[in-house]
């Protein structure tokens, strides 16, 4: 028999001509939200999830930019994103890419590290590297994401395949200790973006956000976007977004949700929605 690499099958099965996405949550895993797409000229902003962010390239390119560092991916590569962790994507090539994603939550994570282990789990599961090259993995992820989503398999042979590899993926990637604090970060930054969470629905000034800090205006902005690879105002659309994301998943209509959020209406938060997760808000809902 012969046997392909992930990049021969990818190309056997070229990015489509056109933008798509397919996104659907899977009660087995807590209801975890799962992604197919291909992207030829969407572009993410500077966004973050309160999940992981696990996923890998089928075909094509992507430039993704976390903790302050710019890189391409292609197939192989694999997406290991801590939640709250800033990053944004790209296409990196004329014919874009085709990916496929999950967004576990810390618990679903946290019930797999205690079954492996056979004991209970008391710190906060991590990743220590975000975007790394590893294609025996990547093939094991893009094949168990194929499964689910495909439902032409048995439930249970899909379950256990993305189970493993999830559990592969901890074992050699993850972390079991729980993260101390930031000791590095100032406190002036902290005490910025601590305001803007709890006011994210609010409309916000720099000349309050600079009182907070205790600094200038320009001094204030340049010191949050080296701190956190956002700006103060870029991360309070972040924050709306997931708490939009909250509401959507709890059937609340986009018309609420983007009053509730802070929203100007409707029609802004569907094109902040979609440039931050590559689906509108009744996609989302609907998923």
Not at 11 to 35: G, H, I, Y
Not at 88 to 100: K, T, V
Not at 197 to 226: C, D, P, Q, T, W
Request: hydrophobic share 40%.
């Amino acid at each position: 028999m012969h046997s392909v690499s992930q990049q021969e099958a990818a190309e056997a099965n070229p990015v489509s001509q056109k933008e798509r996405t397919r996104f659907w949550r899977d009660a087995r895993f807590r209801d975890m939200e799962c992604l197919t797409a291909s992207f030829i000229t969407h572009e993410f902003s500077p966004h973050s999830h309160d999940t992981f962010s696990i996923g890998a390239i089928e075909v094509g390119c992507q430039v993704a930019s976390i903790r302050g560092t710019r890189e391409h991916t292609g197939p192989g590569a694999l997406y290991l994103i801590n939640p709250g962790e800033i990053h944004d994507g790209q296409p990196g090539a004329p014919e874009g890419y085709r990916y496929r994603m999950i967004y576990p939550e810390v618990a679903l994570l946290t019930d797999i590290i205690e079954d492996v282990t056979g004991r209970a789990f008391n710190g906060t599961p991590s990743f220590g590297r975000q975007l790394l090259t590893e294609p025996s993995l990547a093939r094991a992820f893009n094949l168990a994401h194929s499964r689910i989503e495909s439902g032409e398999v048995a439930a249970l042979e899909g379950e256990e395949s993305m189970y493993c590899v999830l559990a592969t993926m901890f074992a050699r990637h993850g972390s079991d200790i729980i993260r101390a604090p930031d000791h590095d970060e100032p406190l002036a930054m902290r005490r910025v973006r601590d305001h803007i969470a709890a006011h994210f629905a609010e409309e916000l000034g720099l000349e309050m956000l600079a009182k907070v800090a205790n600094l200038s205006r320009a001094h204030m902005i340049r010191a949050f976007r080296k701190q956190y690879f956002i700006t103060p105002h870029a991360f309070q659309t972040d924050m709306r977004i997931r708490h939009a994301r909250h509401l959507l998943r709890m059937g609340a209509a986009p018309s609420d949700t983007a009053a509730a959020c802070g929203f100007a209406d409707q029609a802004h938060m569907t094109r902040q929605f979609k440039a931050r997760t590559g689906l509108t808000p009744a996609v989302f809902r609907a998923g």
